[in-house]
């Protein structure tokens, strides 16, 4: 498995706009999907936004519908998460997913590589 490269995060105040970007393999990039979940603290992980990327279609769990962003870029075999109108249960570490095994993609298990987790704070 090759190593998912994380970027972006950091800390804002609420309604504020962050960036993540995550890199894959050319193999991980064709397999059809790539997304972000993210797990904030004493919760369990959730799903974010899932994109294939052979149709560019997207999926958006309830809570971030509107406001959040997935899209890709096929030369740099990289998928983007734009935040915008970020609230404070936003907050959490977000994981880039890669190699998807079959299943709904929007269920941890159904996800083979994770990438390390990049810290997003929203402060109110």
């Known amino acids: 498995q090759v190593p998912l490269e994380e970027s972006g995060g950091g800390s804002v105040q609420t309604g504020g706009s962050l960036r993540l970007s995550c890199k894959g393999s050319?193999?991980?990039?064709?397999?059809?999907?790539m997304g972000w979940f993210r797990q904030a603290p004493g919760k369990e992980r959730e799903p974010v936004a899932v994109?294939?990327?052979?149709?560019?279609?997207?999926v958006y769990t309830d809570s971030v519908k509107g406001r959040f962003t997935i899209s890709q870029d096929n030369v740099k075999t990289t998928i983007t998460l734009e935040m915008n109108n970020l609230m404070p249960e936003d907050t959490a570490i977000y994981y880039c997913v890669a190699d998807h095994r079959g299943g709904s993609v929007l269920t941890s298990h159904s996800w083979r590589s994770w990438g390390p987790g990049t810290q997003v704070t929203v402060s109110s």
């Open positions: 050319e193999d991980q990039y064709r397999s059809a999907y």
């Open positions: 994109i294939y990327t052979g149709s560019r279609t997207p």
